[in-house]
């Protein structure tokens, strides 16, 4: 079984200062890991993905994640929020070998301050 | 736009009555899925395709919901006898690799 627990459901940052959404999974097997955001009224987006390669992970629109076995962690940060982050987004752990789905977290809305 | 497309985006319909969703994969893509989100929820995963071979059901999907993929292409989900617990947005995903690419969803509504 595989299972992710985004930590906050509600993050508010100012403008200008650094995000950060946490997330920790728990997988049987060594995991594939996302993160997705949702803007209002628009369809998920996929941010960035890690599948066994570097542990650090650079994504789109300046986001990065770290995952760190060892605190089963994957949590996602931007140096510096802009407006246009406010959304919410997803922790998702992905498929493995005879298991297709993704499971996704219960979500972090993210809201900038101006 | 990931080229994943979904008819209708919104359906009104009233309990009891039968609904049928579509989607139009992105056409190299041949995983299909469908996940059904509801408000301040995280997508919850409905089933798969593997071109036209549905290979994987969630215990979700009651009897009353049935998923098509006929000739590997475009999929249905279909709802019958709609309740108002089914409420929520419906979404169609493909995939390449170990990626899924999701569509804008289908949001039901059944008074």
């Known amino acids: 079984a595989q299972s992710v627990t985004q930590l906050d459901s509600h993050v508010s940052v100012s403008e200008g200062t650094p995000v950060l959404l946490r997330c920790n999974y728990s997988?049987?097997?060594?995991?594939?890991l996302f993160w997705y955001v949702q803007h209002p009224n628009k369809g998920l987006q996929l941010l960035l993905k890690?599948?066994?390669?570097?542990?650090l992970v650079k994504g789109i629109n300046g986001f990065e994640a770290e995952f760190k076995k060892s605190e089963t962690s994957f949590h996602l940060t931007k140096p510096s929020a802009h407006m246009s982050d406010a959304a919410e987004y997803f922790c998702v752990v992905g498929p493995h070998f005879g298991n297709e789905k993704l499971t996704f977290g219960t979500g972090t809305r993210l809201t900038i301050i101006p | 736009d990931t080229g994943v497309s979904q008819d209708p985006r919104h359906k009104i319909t009233k309990r009891g009555q039968n609904v049928t969703f579509r989607c139009d994969p992105i056409?190299?893509?041949?995983?299909l899925y469908w996940y059904r989100q509801t408000l301040g929820q995280g997508p919850e995963f409905l089933t798969y395709?593997?071109?036209?071979?549905?290979?994987?059901k969630s215990r979700l999907l009651s009897d009353r919901f049935s998923a098509e993929r006929p000739k590997g292409s475009f999929s249905t989900l279909e709802i019958q006898r709609t309740e108002q617990g089914d409420s929520a947005m419906y979404l169609c995903a493909t995939g390449q690799g170990n990626e899924q690419y999701f569509g804008p969803g289908t949001r039901l509504t059944v008074t």
């Open positions: 395709f593997q071109n036209e071979a549905q290979l994987e």
């Open positions: 890690y599948t066994s390669a570097a542990t």
């Open positions: 056409s190299e893509h041949n995983r």
């Open positions: 997988s049987s097997y060594s995991p594939s």
